[in-house]
């Protein structure tokens, strides 16, 4: 439960700090002194957005930070999966700065906004008119079946199951698709596939091909200059060799007269071994050099080939063939595996289908066994609340399986005898939908372990004696919860086990929001406005004094 709340440097409050009792808390004053901003400032600590432009002073941030004591709600287990310290007395804390940055933690450990939330979700609930409205809507109204009949447990397995299923089934579609482009594509890929196998293309072949054809091409031209060349090395009556051969000799008379002479005479030896080696090679060269037209014409056909394959695909080398070919192949092999995935896909499908259609029949069956008793509860607590002729209808259907089962649910009110029941906007009245709403989380409050609960004005279009009835009711859900309640009735508000006010202060300079613990005298006071107005009889003063009293 809630044990302080501080608000600081947020819309009209300048610093704000509350304790609220364990029991029923009651919060009264005039309207736009700032009880709503409170709640926005609760919202906040909950994880809703912020917006800098809510800063009393825009040059200061603002913080909100409350401190739950949830030692008795087995929240251990959650704050372990959150990785988060847990503590029996629990702070969390919300800053937003001037430039809008927002920053939460919990047990001083920074946390994202999705963890505050969720965290949130375990310590308060707080009921608006905006909740009320939403209990004309079928989702609302089965998440609401869902809490009276306890289905944690099988709300998570389905939507486990259910979550399963549907990315089977996309897996599934997206396979489908697949497969189906791939068969449109399979016998062209299929052609061209075999088209490149044929060809037996090799790595490196065109450049290999092309030089060889080129050789062939111009043989004659060839075997002529290389014969021409081998005359000046080697053969012609004033050949290189002859005349490097004398030229050595020459030198190697001279070596008696000085060293240098000696390296010279070495190092044209070198080159006379080198151009023997090289005379040698272009006589191979020379002999192995004959034109060959039928290889000529076989190379051309064979780059012709190439050629054809390369403008066909629009590529420029052998090799981007060769990838392209592996590329066939992998399309072509993949229709195969698209078949077997697409079988194995399906398997998986329909296990999940089933194991959907399984846990969906066991919500709804788990949903369907509570109606009757749903429906005498409430009758049962709108009689008391002034409603003997209320009726309460839960009409149900089936469907497809959906993100929350089987069942479609629109649950059917009727205020007066005789009158048929219709769905909640056309049946109900503000005070019927109030009183309707109260009773609904009435019941829900016994079947969960939320600390703290906040009403904001749920006693709305109600007065009199039902008001003091809501009260008692109230006061019974305090003993299991703490009840936070803004009211602006005065039978309400004698029921609190504690009482706030709030109030405006004008300053020189500016309106600030404030709030205060009233003691019994003031309590008295303020009733009697609430029942009189500002300036409240003697009469108005002793029905304060009894509705207090009635409560004692």
């Given at each position: 439960m809630l044990v302080d709340l501080k608000i600081k440097n947020y819309a009209l409050i300048e610093q704000l700090e509350l304790q609220p009792s364990p029991l029923l808390n009651i919060i009264t004053g005039e309207t736009g002194a700032g009880k709503s901003i409170m709640l926005g400032a609760i919202g906040l600590l909950l994880g809703n957005r912020a917006d800098s432009k809510l800063l009393f002073n825009q040059g200061e941030k603002c913080v909100i930070e409350g401190a739950f004591n949830i030692s008795e709600y087995q929240l251990e287990p959650f704050f372990a999966e959150e990785d988060l310290d847990f503590e029996p007395v629990s702070l969390l804390r919300r800053e937003i700065t001037p430039a809008g940055k927002s920053r939460a933690f919990v047990n001083d450990?920074?946390?994202?906004?999705?963890?505050?939330?969720?965290?949130?979700?375990?310590?308060?609930?707080?009921?608006?008119?905006?909740?009320?409205?939403?209990?004309?809507?079928?989702?609302?109204?089965?998440?609401?079946?869902?809490?009276?009949?306890?289905?944690?447990?099988?709300r998570t397995q389905y939507g486990s199951a259910y979550r399963a299923f549907k990315k089977l089934e996309r897996e599934y579609r997206d396979l489908e698709n697949q497969l189906a482009q791939s068969q449109k594509e399979l016998d062209y890929n299929t052609y061209l596939l075999h088209e490149l196998a044929e060809a037996n293309l090799q790595a490196g072949e065109q450049e290999s091909h092309e030089a060889e054809l080129k050789q062939l091409e111009h043989a004659e031209e060839i075997k002529l200059k290389l014969t021409h060349a081998l005359q000046y090395l080697s053969e012609s009556e004033y050949n290189a060799a002859t005349a490097l051969k004398d030229a050595a000799l020459l030198l190697g008379q001279l070596t008696e007269y000085g060293a240098d002479y000696q390296n010279l005479k070495d190092r044209l030896d070198s080159c006379l071994i080198e151009l023997n080696d090289i005379a040698g090679e272009v006589e191979d060269a020379e002999r192995r050099t004959e034109a060959d037209p039928q290889r000529a014409e076989q190379l051309q056909e064979r780059?012709?080939?190439?050629?054809t394959l390369q403008r066909k695909h629009q590529v420029r080398t052998n090799e981007e063939l060769l990838a392209l070919q592996a590329e066939l192949e992998t399309k072509v092999g993949s229709v195969h595996n698209l078949d077997v995935a697409l079988e194995k896909t399906k398997k998986a499908l329909d296990?999940?289908?089933?194991?959907?259609?399984t846990v969906a029949e066991q919500l709804s069956q788990s949903r369907t066994a509570v109606f009757a008793t749903f429906q005498e509860e409430l009758h049962s607590l709108l009689t008391e609340l002034g409603m003997p002729n209320a009726r309460v209808v839960v009409e149900h259907k089936t469907a497809a399986p959906g993100p929350t089962g089987i069942d479609v649910v629109n649950i059917l009110f009727s205020a007066n005898k005789g009158a048929a029941p219709q769905t909640l906007s056309k049946a109900a009245s503000g005070g019927e939908f109030s009183r309707l709403m109260l009773c609904v989380k009435y019941l829900l409050a016994d079947k969960t372990a939320l600390p703290t609960i906040i009403f904001d004005e749920i006693d709305t279009g109600i007065s009199g004696e039902i008001a003091v009835k809501v009260g008692k009711m109230m006061q019974q859900m305090a003993q299991k919860h703490q009840l936070i309640c803004i009211s602006h009735l005065p039978q309400m508000a004698a029921q609190g086990d504690t009482h706030y006010f709030v109030y405006k202060e004008d300053r020189t300079d500016r309106t600030i929001s404030r709030i205060r613990q009233l003691s019994h005298e003031e309590r008295v006071q303020e009733i009697a406005q609430m029942i009189a107005g500002a300036n409240p009889s003697e009469n108005a003063f002793q029905s304060a004094k009894e509705l207090l009293a009635l409560n004692a």
């Open positions: 450990t920074p946390v994202t906004l999705d963890q505050l939330r969720r965290i949130g979700e375990h310590l308060m609930d707080i009921h608006s008119q905006h909740d009320t409205l939403l209990l004309g809507d079928p989702a609302y109204q089965l998440n609401i079946l869902d809490l009276y009949a306890q289905n944690d447990a099988l780059l012709d080939l190439i050629y296990a999940a289908s089933a194991e959907v259609e």
